[in-house]
């Protein structure tokens, strides 16, 4: 039998019973349109999930502690007994690992301190990194350029924001434009005497930062030995983390498929090393497996539909006996009467699983809208503004109405093998009989 006698010949047959392949049918659509939502649903959440991350810490940054904090907690060094110290030493060799273009310290600033700008000022977070470091971070820049020397500042991009007037009580009418400007750190502590003590420092902000999202957005950055004068300024002696260790520092890795290698090179040498990279990827995984159980949901629905389309095709041998013991007198073979009864069953899968994928796309869409909204005016009332309002919880990958329509006929063609094999399996004799 020809693939065009074949394709006729279903068709025909599947006309013949329009009310009960459409009642059969419906059960693939259900199951299909389930699977579609869930899946998209699971997505969707891993999209947005993905895009929050990617705005909030750059994908090739790695956040480096001291092993100290390991052993803190009853943990052991990764250096056979040796405790990982975060000193100079091991920033050099760190700078030495494969893929990495730059590690620098973070030390942050000890004390409170204050931006000044003629009348206006601001508190800010100022830390401290390594100037030979700083072209190899490559900061993104809004305007001036990544250099820090004696008492000059990169700036986040929302600091100048922070800027209020003290006498009015109330921000400024417009944030400044730093780029280039002197501005003044102001510094206190309580002296020996239990009276308050200022420090002021003019500093020269010599680039801002472009917005990222995250905590850079907020943080004024100084070279590491002002913060670490500063810091011994306040502690009444110069500390040495140089020798002693210092609490943190960043590692810059040449792309952001080779930081889950240097992540672990670094958990290896007794570091507690964490990274946007990795936790994008762990939670990639459990979206994965959230989208695997959503699907397993909606393929229940499938499987019952599956068990409909059965029957119909096991009914249908009894109303057509006589035309298969027909079919088999005048030549057809048990594989041509195999092929009519999985062809007819696998068009019930298809033609639910079309009806599945546009009923379950519209259902989405529906979602999106709903929740959307819902969740935008509650991202609204929090203060939340422009692009911060537009959410999507629904997501359809490409790859996924393909999958669907191929599942759905598949599930068809499954469900007629049964009806297929004791269709063919009939006497011509007997058929021809059979009243």
């Given at each position: 039998?020809?693939?065009?006698?074949?394709?006729y010949l279903?068709?025909g047959n599947?006309?013949?019973?329009?009310?009960?392949?459409?009642?059969?049918a419906?059960?693939?659509?259900?199951?299909?349109?389930a699977?579609v939502?869930?899946?998209?649903?699971?997505?969707?959440?891993?999209r947005?999930?993905?895009?929050?991350l990617?705005?909030?810490?750059?994908?090739?940054?790695?956040?480096?502690?001291?092993g100290?904090?390991?052993?803190?907690?009853g943990?052991?060094?990764?250096?056979a007994?040796?405790e990982?110290?975060?000193?100079?030493?091991?920033?050099?060799?760190?700078r030495?690992?494969?893929?990495?273009?730059?590690?620098?310290?973070?030390?942050s600033?000890?004390g409170?301190g204050?931006?000044?700008?003629?009348?206006?000022v601001s508190?800010?977070?100022?830390?401290?990194?390594?100037?030979?470091?700083?072209?190899?971070?490559?900061?993104?820049?809004?305007?001036?350029?990544?250099?820090l020397?004696?008492?000059q500042?990169?700036?986040?991009?929302?600091?100048a924001?922070?800027?209020?007037?003290?006498?009015?009580?109330?921000?400024?009418?417009e944030p400044?434009?730093?780029?280039?400007?002197?501005?003044?750190?102001?510094?206190?502590?309580?002296?020996d005497?239990?009276?308050p003590?200022?420090r002021i420092?003019r500093?020269?902000?010599?680039?801002?930062l472009?917005?990222?999202?995250?905590?850079?957005?907020y943080t004024?950055y100084?070279a590491?030995?002002?913060?670490?004068?500063l810091?011994?300024?306040?502690?009444?002696?110069?500390?040495?983390?140089?020798?002693?260790g210092?609490n943190q520092?960043?590692?810059?890795v040449?792309a952001?498929?080779?930081?889950?290698?240097?992540e672990?090179?670094?958990?290896?040498?007794?570091?507690i090393?964490y990274?946007?990279?990795?936790?994008l990827?762990s939670m990639?995984?459990?979206?994965?497996?959230?989208?695997?159980?959503?699907?397993?949901?909606?393929?229940?629905?499938?499987?019952?539909?599956?068990?409909?389309?059965?029957?119909?095709?096991?009914?249908?041998?009894?109303?057509?006996t006589?035309?298969?013991?027909?079919?088999?007198?005048v030549g057809?073979?048990?594989?041509?009467?195999m092929?009519v009864?999985?062809a007819?069953?696998g068009?019930?899968?298809?033609?639910?699983?079309?009806?599945?994928?546009?009923?379950?796309?519209?259902?989405?869409?529906?979602?999106?809208l709903?929740?959307?909204t819902y969740?935008?005016?509650q991202?609204?009332?929090s203060?939340a503004?422009?692009?911060?309002?537009?959410i999507?919880?629904?997501?359809?990958?490409?790859?996924?109405?393909?999958?669907a329509?191929?599942?759905?006929?598949l599930?068809?063609v499954?469900s007629g093998?049964?009806?297929?094999?004791?269709a063919?399996?009939?006497?011509?004799?007997?058929?021809?009989?059979?009243?």
């Amino acid at each position: 039998m020809s693939f065009r006698d074949l394709f006729y010949l279903v068709l025909g047959n599947l006309a013949r019973m329009k009310a009960r392949v459409a009642m059969t049918a419906i059960g693939v659509v259900i199951g299909t349109a389930a699977v579609v939502v869930l899946i998209s649903l699971a997505a969707g959440l891993q999209r947005s999930f993905a895009e929050s991350l990617g705005s909030i810490g750059d994908l090739t940054r790695i956040t480096v502690l001291s092993g100290a904090y390991v052993s803190a907690f009853g943990g052991s060094s990764g250096r056979a007994g040796e405790e990982a110290v975060l000193n100079d030493r091991a920033l050099a060799e760190l700078r030495g690992l494969p893929d990495v273009v730059a590690a620098t310290p973070l030390e942050s600033l000890m004390g409170g301190g204050r931006l000044q700008m003629n009348r206006l000022v601001s508190d800010v977070r100022v830390v401290g990194i390594d100037p030979t470091q700083v072209e190899g971070l490559e900061f993104p820049l809004a305007s001036g350029m990544d250099r820090l020397g004696r008492w000059q500042a990169l700036v986040g991009a929302r600091v100048a924001e922070g800027f209020y007037d003290p006498q009015a009580q109330r921000p400024a009418e417009e944030p400044p434009d730093l780029q280039g400007q002197a501005v003044q750190l102001v510094l206190s502590k309580m002296g020996d005497d239990g009276r308050p003590v200022e420090r002021i420092v003019r500093l020269r902000v010599t680039g801002v930062l472009e917005e990222s999202g995250g905590q850079d957005d907020y943080t004024l950055y100084l070279a590491l030995n002002d913060v670490l004068e500063l810091n011994g300024w306040f502690a009444g002696q110069r500390p040495n983390p140089g020798r002693d260790g210092y609490n943190q520092a960043m590692v810059k890795v040449a792309a952001p498929e080779r930081v889950l290698a240097v992540e672990q090179e670094l958990l290896n040498q007794g570091f507690i090393a964490y990274s946007a990279r990795s936790t994008l990827q762990s939670m990639n995984i459990f979206f994965l497996i959230i989208q695997g159980v959503f699907g397993g949901i909606g393929a229940i629905a499938l499987i019952v539909a599956a068990f409909g389309i059965a029957n119909t095709m096991t009914m249908a041998i009894y109303e057509r006996t006589r035309e298969i013991g027909l079919m088999k007198a005048v030549g057809a073979t048990n594989r041509d009467v195999m092929s009519v009864f999985l062809a007819e069953a696998g068009s019930i899968g298809l033609l639910g699983g079309i009806g599945g994928i546009l009923l379950g796309t519209g259902l989405g869409a529906v979602i999106d809208l709903v929740a959307g909204t819902y969740l935008a005016a509650q991202a609204a009332q929090s203060g939340a503004t422009g692009s911060d309002v537009n959410i999507s919880i629904i997501h359809t990958p490409l790859w996924l109405p393909v999958f669907a329509l191929l599942f759905s006929a598949l599930v068809g063609v499954i469900s007629g093998v049964y009806p297929a094999v004791r269709a063919a399996s009939l006497s011509p004799v007997d058929a021809l009989k059979y009243e």
